[in-house]
């Protein structure tokens, strides 16, 4: 008995080893749609013709924004097996010279940088989505080429990576956006983070505030940005002082604030865990890789949601790791996009985007466009709507109020009659939030025609008043 009780032990060791072996193993994923363009041309440095990717969920469709030779393509996947062209802007600098370009958004605008050429900063209006995209700003002035740009939504503040403009260049800039955000007005430009003296920025990552700053060859930086006018670098981390320290490119940091995921972009390096509960004391306390087909594997981009990490990893493709320990990401999941041969060179997934409602995850591949994936963590992220807010005492159902802009007027027809709903004043907003109009409504249903105040122009917020509810609308308002 007592043998057979050791067998059955034994058995259920064995077991129990090899249930979290097989846990252990990343599956492949299930690709749900793809999208590319064969009349695009590649770049003559590494035959790219797309290259980064970014994420729209607007008014009850999603978007995957992708960039390319040509300029910005913004595909609907709101049915992930039908992906669409819905909409393309063209780069101000077109063709084989181009290779990167990069975006972000704000406020229901999403601003696009490129890194080649005689190019612009763009400033584009989605509110409109799905109907259609405006182009509100499109200048060279502030921003004409720029390596990445990232927005600190939390404090309006857009970080311009190797931004060069008119008559200036910087390692780094950074723009306010709060006061105007189609007019960003420069803070400062910076080149020295403590003990680093940086010739570029590369990329960056900024939570309220806080930066994390990937210098190249000069390492990670730290930085406050509370007060841009006196910055406080809290830490550093040359790459010498970690291991496989090669050229610092790009991280993530996790939810909790405590681990940052790094990057360096040098063939045959891992990904490294920093430990960042002291940011004065950055450490690097493991590393690790996904399912990589190649000693020359290449990690690019790395993006953290919830307790899965997300990196595009060039020939690799897709890596997604689950990080419920923050300590030792476990291979979780993974996508090939690319058939090129794994050489010392850059192809492959440029980016990864893991942000949408739907969980799916988008990857963009340098020479086969867009990849649809279907996610893995599907239940944690918000919705957005750039058109319409409605709130109410009482479930408002659908707005009452239809609007014309004419004749620089408002024409706002409405029939609150069988609602009993009436309106009672109407105001419009400028961005930063300063009333330039107020009226009072004595009515019940109609028309109602308001003169747009002098002065009113660019983006502005509609809200309308009445007894249950308030209705705010985005409105633009031409010169």
Known sequence: ???????????????????????????????????????????????NTYNEIWGLAVNGHEYAVIGSTWGTHFIDVTD?????????????????????????????????????????????????????????????????RAHNI??????????GLLVRGKNKSAAMSIYDLTENPLK??????????????????????????????HCGPEGL???????????????????????????NHSGWLDDDGDYYYMADETHGYPMKVLDMRDVRFPKAINTFQGKINSPNSIPHNLIVNNHFLYVSNYYDGLQVFDITNPRTPVPYMFYSTSDEPNKKSYKGAWGVYPFL???????????????????????????????????????????????????????IYFDNSS?????????????????LKYEMVASGSGEIRIEIPRGAHGICFLEIS?????TIRKIYLSH
């Open 1 to 47: 008995m007592k043998n057979a009780s050791l067998t059955l032990g034994y058995i259920a060791l064995i077991t129990l080893i090899t249930v979290n072996f097989l846990k252990a193993q990343p599956f492949e994923g299930k690709l749900l749609g793809r999208w590319s363009d064969s009349t695009l041309v590649g770049s003559r440095f590494y035959d």
């Open 80 to 144: 992930p097996t039908k992906p669409y062209e819905a909409f393309k802007i063209a780069g101000a600098a077109q063709g084989d010279g181009i290779v990167h370009r990069d975006y972000h958004d704000y406020h229901c605008l999403l601003y696009a940088v490129s890194d080649e050429g005689n190019s612009t900063l763009q400033i584009m209006d989605i509110s409109e989505l799905p109907d259609k995209i405006t182009v509100l700003y499109d200048d060279r002035s502030e921003i004409t």
């Open 150 to 159: 990232f927005i600190d939504t939390s404090a309006g503040k857009l970080y």
């Open 184 to 213: 960003p007005k420069l803070l400062g430009s910076y080149h020295k983070f403590g003990d680093l003296n940086v010739g570029h920025v590369h990329d960056a990552y900024v939570r309220n505030n806080l930066a994390f700053l």
């Open 221 to 247: 930086a730290i930085v406050d940005f509370s007060n841009p006018l006196e910055p406080n670098t809290l830490g550093t981390l040359q790459t010498d002082e970690y291991p496989y320290g090669g050229y």
């Open 357 to 411: 409602p739907s969980g799916n995850i988008l990857v963009s591949d340098m020479q086969k466009g867009l990849f649809i994936i279907k996610g893995v963590d599907p239940d944690h992220n918000a919705i957005y709507n750039c058109g319409e807010i409605t709130t109410a005492t009482t479930k408002a159902g659908s707005s009452p109020f239809k609007i014309k802009i004419e004749d620089h007027a408002l024409q």
């Open 419 to 435: 609602q009993n709903n009436f309106i009672k004043d109407i105001r419009i907003y400028d961005l930063s939030g300063q009333l």
């Open 466 to 470: 009445s007894d249950q509810t308030k």
